[in-house]
C-alpha cells in the first residue's frame, strides 16, 4: 500500500509558476513510476507528466511540453511538478498517481495509487 500527499497548488496569474510536491509514504518509493494527472471540471482525467522509478525517463503531454517539469528524489520519497508559463487552460485538480508495473504510461487505469489532488486555478 502506497499513501500520496499532494501540495503546493493555489491560485496564480497567466505566465505564472507553480511547484507541486507529492510525499509518498509506504512501501518502497523507488519501485513506481510517477505520475501528475489533472482533470478540470466538466472534463476526463487526464495525463500530464511521468517519470521512472530512477528518474533519467519522463513523459509529457504535449499540451505542457517545454513549460512543465518533473522530477523525483527517492532518498525524500518525493515527485516535484515545476509549472511555468501557466495558462488559464492549465486551470484543474492536480493528482499524483504511482504505477508498479505494466499499462500505458498515460493511462489513469494503469496506475495503483493515487493522491487526494490539490487545486491549481490560472487566472487570465
Known amino acids: 500500500q502506497v499513501q500520496l500527499v499532494e501540495s503546493g497548488g493555489g491560485l496564480v496569474q497567466a505566465g505564472g509558476s507553480l511547484r507541486l510536491s507529492c510525499v509518498a509514504s509506504?512501501?518502497?518509493?523507488?519501485?513506481?513510476?510517477m505520475g501528475w494527472f489533472r482533470q478540470a471540471p466538466g472534463k476526463e482525467r487526464e495525463f500530464v507528466a511521468a517519470?521512472?522509478?530512477?528518474?533519467?525517463?519522463?513523459y509529457y503531454a504535449d499540451s505542457v511540453k517545454g513549460r512543465f517539469t518533473i522530477s523525483r528524489d527517492n532518498a525524500k520519497n518525493t515527485v516535484y511538478f515545476q509549472m511555468n508559463s501557466l495558462k488559464p487552460e492549465d486551470t484543474a485538480v492536480y493528482y499524483c498517481?504511482?504505477?508498479?508495473?505494466?499499462?500505458?504510461?498515460?493511462?489513469?487505469?494503469?496506475?495503483?495509487?493515487w493522491g487526494q489532488g490539490t487545486q491549481v486555478t490560472v487566472s487570465s
Open positions: 498517481a504511482a504505477k508498479l508495473h505494466g499499462g500505458l504510461i498515460s493511462a489513469p487505469t494503469s496506475y495503483n495509487y
Open positions: 509506504g512501501r518502497t518509493f523507488s519501485d513506481y513510476m
Open positions: 517519470i521512472n522509478w530512477s528518474a533519467d525517463k519522463t
